[in-house]
């Protein structure tokens, strides 16, 4: 079988890894992210008017309450308009709001088919918890990596899954794809399947390791690549499909989860054979140089 | 075992035993399958059919969820007690317009959670849920002559006004002392008018003609009778001892919840039907095997959430179909370990021997750490956040045993029925 030059060639992967960094920081720091409801708070009304309309005619309702709002469609006739505002408004306002369309349109109460209102203030919160919990997952796959296997092992195995974060957070920022909660579920499914499968690779190097000469890492960790690929590749494939299928053939709800699965899961598997093992191998690499520049002195 | 011994299992003919337990398991499965999914009736009993006994969240069933914050002021702070009695106060006038089974949670400490499913009017109990409700009857000064905490009862009714015409009205019948308080306001405040406050509104300002004392008396001036039931329900339900706020609501139609739940089974079954066949493509005999085990993975993840009364969201839904996708997982790894083990020249019951113990330790170290995650999303998120987590983390657990100990019992009677003797039908 052909072998994968992952640590011969890691500088090239590195290049890549940081290329794809430094566009995703770079929007992130000129574009920001685009925060849904969830983290700035605001509210979200549906109502189906049973035939499509005109925008004007909405924007004539909503502009009362908030004129900053967003009027969309949805609904397989486009029947179904979608007001979101910025600022979460209260009973006496939403319920305004739906009487408006009520009387231009002679809906009936049933016809209303969702409220979304969060407050700024749990957007803070939920933004600072979403935060704490990508911490303390992060730390803790640390701990179990440096227990079951060893510290470097650990630490490079989260420096890859920092670089899938921030590529991540990159395409969302890079398209604006808008942010909400089950992003944050999605992101920690990421970092925990990106971590599988960095394991995967690292318990091959553990296990190859006595078969090797004590220092030939290269060969090492290429060859430990090389017989872990096809498993990476084919269940990153098979998970792929079914969070595909979601995405392709799901509604709305499960389509925020399941689209940063699929960029998460697809970014991951490249980082977990390219880059984790690589920089593994680089620093080892590195240790050992030092070492035989020390003796040689 | 000597490699003599497995050289003759590799080349014995076809095993009676072995073919018989593999069709039984086979047979079995898809019973399972139809008994879960479509249900049979036996006699006057109805047995399975899961979506029966599922619990299902509000984003598939339609309802209201709502996040109250209490807020309190420097003389009158927020207590637990206070949650507490508030939370009461909220699930008596849920249960007064009668819908199912609301939940209701402290979340925090000032905060509480009200999920009431399937409930048509959205609006209506948000209204019913927020309302401090605070009734006080003021003298024509602005002294408070009594106040919602006198009041022993109250209905909605229609009632004949004066003129004769039918008008919906709110009943109040007051204790004991609310009795002689309100015998002695209207005796004073006689031909004068007095006000009924609601939370700070005005709803009814009655002239005081006679003086009352049966302890009873009516608000007037409602626009129908479901407006009259709801204000009495409310006053018998009692004020709430803190102002709440809502500070995050989601509604969702009936409709809107059927249609996520049909179009996400759809979209589940489509999505496991092609890992389903890749696994058949890519690993052919010990594929096929690997889906029975998904399949029985799948009846078992649902059944313990029916078991355990797990709420299934869609989030849930997107878990189940990604932990779908880690099963298999376990199996890919064990199934190369198989191929690269067979490679180095094992016959096959050795490959899948060693294959098999080789590869737990990895599936165990590469699980763990999803299942860190998990537990990290259960115990730090919220609301659908906790739902996906619960999957993810009944998923991982389930798909560890069906992926090891399940299949590797399949393989082994598959192997060993001997019908298939050939190296490629295993993908070897």
């Given at each position: 079988m052909r072998r994968i030059k992952v640590a011969e060639k890691s500088k090239l992967w590195f290049t890549f890894s940081l290329i794809l960094i430094t566009i995703s920081l770079g929007s992130l720091l000129i574009q920001g992210l685009n925060f849904g409801i969830d983290f700035i708070g605001g509210t979200i009304v549906t109502i189906e008017l049973n035939t499509p309309f005109e925008n004007a005619d909405a924007r004539a309702i909503v502009d009362k309450f908030d004129p900053g709002a967003d009027v969309t469609y949805a609904g397989d006739a486009k029947t179904q308009v979608i007001v979101t505002t910025k600022k979460s408004l209260n009973t006496e306002e939403r319920q305004a709001l739906f009487a408006g369309f009520k009387d231009k349109y002679n809906l009936?109460?049933?016809?209303?088919?969702s409220i979304d209102t969060v407050n700024p203030s749990i957007g803070k919160e939920m933004a600072s918890n979403s935060i704490i919990a990508i911490v303390v997952a992060v730390l803790l796959m640390l701990v179990y990596i440096t227990f079951r296997f060893e510290f470097l092992f650990g630490i490079t195995a989260i420096i890859a899954l920092i670089h899938d974060l921030i590529v991540v957070l990159g395409v969302y920022s890079l398209f604006q794809i808008q942010v909400n909660s089950p992003f944050i579920a999605a992101i920690l499914t990421i970092l925990g399947y990106s971590i599988m499968d960095t394991v995967v690779v690292f318990d091959r190097i553990r296990e190859n390791r006595p078969k090797f000469g004590k220092h030939a890492y290269t060969d090492l960790v290429d060859t430990s690549v090389t017989q872990t690929m096809a498993r990476s590749i084919n269940t990153s494939l098979t998970t792929l499909i079914a969070i595909t299928s979601l995405y392709i053939f799901g509604v709305p709800a499960i389509k925020d989860f399941a689209l940063p699965l699929i960029v998460g899961i697809t970014i991951g598997t490249y980082s977990s054979i390219f880059n984790a093992s690589a920089l593994w191998f680089a620093i080892k690499d590195y240790q050992f140089k030092k070492h035989e520049k020390a003796i040689a002195k | 075992m000597t490699n003599e011994g497995e050289e003759r299992v590799d080349k014995q003919k076809v095993n009676k035993k072995s073919v018989i337990q593999l069709i039984l398991v086979i047979v079995l499965i898809f019973t399972a399958g139809y008994v879960l999914f479509i249900g049979i009736t036996v006699g006057v009993y109805d047995i399975g059919k899961i979506g029966n006994s599922m619990k299902y969240g509000l984003d598939l069933t339609g309802g209201v969820n709502v996040v109250l914050e209490a807020s309190g002021t420097a003389e009158d702070p927020v207590t637990s007690e206070k949650i507490d009695s508030s939370i009461l106060t909220i699930r008596q006038r849920i249960d007064s317009i009668g819908v199912t089974e609301p939940t209701i949670t402290k979340q925090g400490n000032n905060r509480i959670r009200v999920s009431i499913p399937s409930v048509s009017d959205q609006e209506e109990a948000l209204n019913l849920i927020g309302k401090t409700a605070q009734l006080e009857f003021l003298g024509p000064d602005d002294t408070v002559i009594l106040t919602g905490k006198d009041v022993v009862d109250s209905k909605g009714v229609m009632q004949n006004d004066s003129s004769g015409v039918q008008k919906a009205v709110v009943t109040l019948k007051f204790s004991e002392e609310g009795t002689k308080l309100f015998a002695a306001a209207t005796e004073k405040y006689q031909g004068q008018i007095i006000k009924i406050k609601l939370d700070n509104d005005i709803i009814s300002s009655p002239t005081v003609n006679v003086v009352i004392t049966t302890g009873e008396a009516v608000i007037e001036g409602m626009a129908n009778i479901d407006e009259a039931g709801n204000l009495a329900s409310l006053i018998r339900g009692g004020a709430l001892p803190v102002k709440l706020d809502p500070v995050e609501i989601r509604t969702i139609g009936p409709t809107l919840g059927q249609n996520s739940l049909n179009e996400s089974i759809y979209a589940g079954i489509i999505g496991i039907s092609l890992v389903l066949l890749f696994m058949l493509v890519m690993y052919r005999g010990l594929g096929f095997i690997a889906d029975l085990a998904l399949l029985i993975y799948i009846m078992i993840v649902l059944s313990i959430m029916a078991a355990l009364n797990v709420t299934l969201t869609l989030p849930g839904i997107a878990g189940i179909i990604l932990t779908v996708g880690m099963a298999v997982d376990a199996n890919v790894i064990i199934f190369s370990r198989i191929q690269e083990e067979s490679r180095s020249g094992k016959s096959l019951l050795t490959a899948i021997d060693v294959g098999f113990s080789r590869a737990f330790g990895t599936i165990l170290d590469s699980n763990v750490t999803t299942l860190i995650a998990g537990f990290v999303l259960f115990f730090l998120g919220s609301g659908s956040v906790q739902g996906f987590a619960v999957t993810l983390i009944l998923g991982i657990l389930v798909s560890m045993f069906t992926a090891v100990v399940i299949t590797k019992r399949l393989v082994k009677i598959l192997v060993k029925t001997g019908l298939f003797n050939s190296n490629a039908f295993y993908g070897l």
């Open positions: 009936v109460d049933s016809n209303l088919i | -």
